[in-house]
Each structure stands twice: as C-alpha cells, then as structure tokens.
C-alpha cells in the first residue's frame, strides 16, 4: 500500500513517556503486538485471545475513542452527558451527580465503554469510569488493560475551539502504579459539521468469519 | 496521534428541567371522540392529546427554553396488532373491557407455544412460526417488562381501515426476485428445523417466513442483523419481541434517541441534514419543533435496510413525539414510500415510562450467532460428505 498506510509521528501522549507495566504483564503487552493482525473469533472464552479489537471494529473503549481520528460530539442534558463516537457507533453515558439516586454506582454488567459518573470541579468536567470488560486495547501496540481498569478524566474548556484533556489509569493487574495521558481535543468547526456512520463492521465480515465460510480464504 | 477532534455539543446553558410539575389532566384512558384533539397528529387519526380546553400548558414539564420535556427511558412492548383485526371494521379504540381482555391474552401468549396460531388477533409482531422465540430467554416476560394495555385496536391509523396500504406493481415484482426456491429443489428439507445438506450441495434451512431457503455460505448470508452489520435501531421505533426499551435526551440543538440496538443524535436547530450522496443505516434524520411536537424527518436510507424493505431513494419516514402525560409519549410515525406503497400509511404506538439504566448492546463484539451458524453450517455439510465418501468407499477426510 506505499505510503497509504502509514502514520505521522508524534511524541507521545503519555507523560513520563512510558507505561509502567509489571513485568509479567510487559510480556502480555509484547504478544499482544506481536499476534495484533492474528484474527482467530472463535465462540469461546478464546474469541479475544489475539489481535487489535480495533481491527475487528470492535468499540474502541476509553479513553481509546478519544485519541482515535473519527470525530465524536459530546451531548450535555439534564442528568448526564453522552459522548457519541462515529467509530463503530459507540456510545458512553456520563451519569451527573444530579442522577445518582436510580443510576447504579457500579455497573449491573461489564461493558466496552465503560461506567461513568462525571461531575464538575469549577469548570473541568471529571469522569470516573469502571466496570470495563479486560479486551479493549489503548493502541495498536498492544498496550491493554484487565477488567480491574479504572480511568479518571479530566476535560477542561481552555478556549472556545479546544479542550485540554487528560486521563489517569489504574490497573493493579497490569500497571506497577497509575499513569497518566494528555493532550489537547480540537474542537470540529466545519459549517453543519454531524457524525456520520462508519459502521466498519460490514467491512471486516470477512476478516473476523471468513474461516467458517464455505470459501475461506488463506 | 496527532489530531483530536472535537465537536461542539449543545450550548454550554445545560437545559434543566425544574421539577417536573403535577400535571392537572388525567391520562385518560377511556376513548372520548369528543374531547380528542387531532392537531397535534395532523390526521385524521383521533390523538390522544387532551383537548386545549382541559389540557393547561403548564401541566406538561418544560425544559427552559419552552418545549415539552421529552427526557426519560421508555417501553414500547405492546400486544396490539399492528393491523387492525377484521372483525373491529373502522372502529380506532375499545372499550376498556376489551382493552383489558386484549391485553391479558396478549400477555398470556406470550408464554404459550404459537404452533402457528395465527389468532393472536393477527398480532404479526408475534411470529405464529416462530416457535423458537420464547421472550424468557432473552430477557424478561412482558409483563414484567413495563408493558402497559393500549385502547387502540391496531398500531396502524391511517388508512383509516387500520390496514396497510397495499404494495406498488414495482415492489411486489421486486420482492418477487429475491425468493430463491432453485435450492429448495435438490434439498428435501422434510420439515427439518435445523437445516439440511447433501453431499456436494451447501447447507440450506427454511428462512421460516414462507420466502424459501437461506443459505450460510458466506457471513452476509446471514443477513445484516445476525452479522450486527446493522442490528437494528430504526427509525422508525417499532417493537419486536424484546429489547423494546429506549432513552429520549433534548437539548436547545440536539435530540438523542437511544435504543437497545443504537442511537441516533438529530440537529433540531436549524442545521440542514447530510446531502442525498450519504446514506445512512439509520437514514439522516432532521427535526424541528411544531408547538408542542417534536418532528423528526428521516430520509437518506441505506440499501437493504429500510423498514419493511422499503425502497431507500424514495423512503421518508416523519416521526412525532407529544408528551400526553408523565408517564406517556405518544410516538406517532408516517411511512410515504410511494415507489413501495400505494399511499403513505401512519402508525401511533405509546411510549411508556420506564425506570433505567439501558445496558451496552455490544453487538459486533459478542456475535457468537455468527461463528456457530457458519461453523455449523460447515459441519453439516461435512457430515453429508462424509457420508457419500463412506458409502464410496473413499476415506473420510480429516479436514
């Protein structure tokens, strides 16, 4: 694909540069990267064992979606915030303080996306997330997390036209301390700008079943 | 990474609904031809609205820019037939004697095997064929479900026949090619459920609806909700067996409408929808405020995607929600797909307050129908391989 497929560099969003992984679980990280283009869906409890969710258009998790180039829009109402992300349609419900009486604290049931109560600091927003199910990926270089993920955001209106956005993420499981990521949300100002659909999963059908199909490829 | 975007949400004064106020009218649930106000619907369907004499603005919760507050979680599980039985004629209500009786039967079919009974007052929402879809494995009983009694005699209110205007000649010759019994000849499917193959032919099974066999060679064979390519989500809002649950969110720009199958987020402030180029799986919706209505405009479908297979160059579908209580929204719908149907036809079905949350509906992630019916499909057809190569002589092959 010459240089279609390939990426801008950058110098990373992670502060300190590096994610503090234990080291049995740096050994996971490194045969997640190395197997992220191995699909092998199996209707078992290995259907997640390889490759980048991602891949399989999968819901990106948090705060995944954030950082991937698709634009997502953030919808205040009167007890919540929902952020509605065009990649694969994924959707996560911020429950305000204003609900918390009939909102569980904890979620009823694990989730892609997460289970999130925000509530305001002044004016940074702040999201506190469990309650994620241990498959989603925060890139392509394998880097994962367990269901023990807890991520605390902080989004801050620095201007009209962007904000500045950090996430702080524990896993005892995974991660020898909490790490944290930052990096500015640049705010989407063309005229009539909406999301639209990229529903990818149509395109991978073939990718994720085509070894059950009666003409597999390979 | 380098860009993140951001999209400007609704404007940063959070709408908040001061309370919600008692309200000072009764839902009523007694038909009154009288009292009914057809404004708000625009038809000759008779509302349920209350009548502008009885019915003070006050009563009805208002977020801070004026409108009828829409927020909450909603049921839409109902028993009614979407067409109206025979036996009703013009007749748009019950009585609430039958509202009752018609309930409780409708709930009490649920727990019984349909067997092919198709008198369920001709409730086409329950597969009389559909032997396997006990709702209790899915979820909850209906009645367990918020599922509340509805006075109509039919979803359907316009034509005022309660019927289903009948197809054009062109979408009744369309819906002719796309059966194909050819398989069907070389397969003796002997009335069997789980499917059949025959050495050198492909598994096959009886698509069930009368339209012939379907295949599972390839994933899309499967169709696009199995493949959670499009699991659902409308518009229109229309109930199945289950998964009859939603979430309603306004702002000053923007209306959210959640289902258990997705979502849809619709400019209500002026901003024009996407060009005809794009076509969505949820079609491009565009509302607007009329009084105390909320208008929702969807066209821009997705080929093999529309309601009911409808064509998606010419389908609209327009959407009314009124708040006629607490604990009701009276969602009304208008299919106009004139290359489909002879003439537009409508539907009014009650949203029902429900208390939440809505689960994740992680579809593509947990699709297991996908690898089982394939895989088994494969294993099928193996099978009968087997068998031919055995009665051959040939040995059987490992693979």
């Known amino acids: 694909m010459g240089a279609y497929d390939q990426w801008p560099g950058g110098q990373g969003i992670v502060e300190g540069g590096e994610i503090p992984y234990k080291p049995e679980a740096l050994a996971q990280k490194k045969a ?4 992220r283009m191995v699909v092998n869906v199996t209707s078992d409890d290995h259907r997640h064992d390889t490759g980048d969710p991602e891949l399989k258009c999968y819901m990106p998790g948090v705060p995944r979606a954030n950082y991937m180039p698709f634009p997502f829009q953030i919808v205040q109402g009167p007890d919540r915030i929902l952020m509605a992300y065009e990649y694969a349609r994924s959707l996560r419900t911020i429950y305000m303080q204003a609900n918390e009486k009939s909102i569980p604290q904890k979620s009823p049931a694990d989730t892609w996306m997460g289970w999130s109560h925000g509530h305001f600091e002044g004016d940074t927003l ?4 469990t309650g994620f199910v241990p498959y989603t990926w925060f890139d392509r270089a394998g880097d994962y997390h367990s269901d023990a993920l807890h991520v605390v955001e902080r989004y801050t209106q620095v201007s009209p036209y962007h904000i500045m956005y950090e996430a702080t993420i524990e896993d005892p499981n995974v991660f ?3 790490w944290k990521m930052s990096f500015p949300l640049y705010r989407r100002m063309e005229k009539n700008i909406q999301l639209v659909d990229f529903n990818c999963t149509e395109f991978v059908l073939d990718l994720v079943y085509g070894q059950y199909s009666k003409y597999p490829k390979k | 990474m380098s860009n993140r975007n951001w999209i400007q949400s609704a404007a940063l004064g959070v709408v908040l609904a001061a309370g919600l106020l008692a309200p000072s009218f009764a839902a009523a649930q007694t038909p009154s031809s009288t009292s009914a106000k057809a404004a708000a619907t625009g038809s000759g369907a008779k509302s349920r609205t209350p009548s502008a004499a009885t019915a003070k603005t006050s009563a009805i919760p208002r977020t801070a820019d004026g409108h009828p507050d829409l927020h909450g979680y909603y049921n839409f599980l109902t028993v009614t037939p979407v067409q109206r039985p025979a036996k009703y004629g013009n007749r748009e209500f019950l009585t609430p004697q039958e509202t009752k009786e018609v309930f409780q039967k409708g709930l009490q079919s649920a727990f019984e095997p349909r067997d092919g009974d198709e008198e369920h007052y001709g409730n086409e929402l329950f597969n009389p064929n559909s032997v396997d879809y006990d709702p209790t494995t899915f979820g909850l009983s209906p009645w367990q479900n918020g599922i509340k009694p509805n006075p109509r005699t039919s979803l359907v209110v316009d034509p005022p026949d309660g019927k289903i205007p009948p197809l054009t000649a062109e979408a009744k010759a369309a819906k002719a090619h796309t059966v194909a019994p050819a398989a069907a000849e070389s397969v003796d499917l002997a009335g069997s459920r789980a499917g059949t193959a025959v050495e050198g032919q492909s598994y096959v099974a009886d698509d069930h609806n009368g339209g012939g066999v379907v295949h599972a060679d390839v994933p899309l064979d499967l169709g696009y909700g199995t493949t959670c390519v499009s699991p659902g989500g409308g518009p229109p809002i229309f109930p199945g067996e289950y998964n009859a649950d ?10 959210v409408i959640q289902g258990v199958n997705g979502f849809r987020v619709i400019p209500i402030d002026g901003r024009p929808g996407l060009p005809a180029s794009f076509r969505e799986w949820h079609g491009n919706g565009v509302g607007h405020w009329e009084g105390d209505t909320l208008v929702v405009e969807t066209t821009n479908f997705h080929p093999g995607n529309t309601f009911r297979g409808a064509n998606p160059k010419t389908l609209k579908i327009t959407e009314r929600f009124t708040r006629i209580s607490p604990e009701t929204i009276e969602y009304k719908f ?15 079905l009650p949203l029902s307050a429900e208390n939440g949350p809505l689960f994740e509906f992680a579809c593509t992630e947990d699709d297991y129908d996908a690898v089982n019916i394939l895989a088994g499909a494969r294993a099928f057809e193996k099978k009968a391989k087997d068998k031919a190569n055995e009665k051959a002589g040939v040995p059987i092959s490992q693979k």
């Open chain 1, 32 to 35: 997640n990267a190395a197997k």
């Open chain 1, 126 to 129: 702040v999201i506190d997330s």
């Open chain 1, 176 to 178: 020898t301390r909490p």
């Open chain 2, 246 to 255: 939603m979430y309603i969110m306004q702002t000053a720009s923007d209306v």
């Open chain 2, 334 to 348: 208008t299919v106009d797909d004139p290359s489909t149907w002879t003439k537009p036809w409508s539907v009014i």
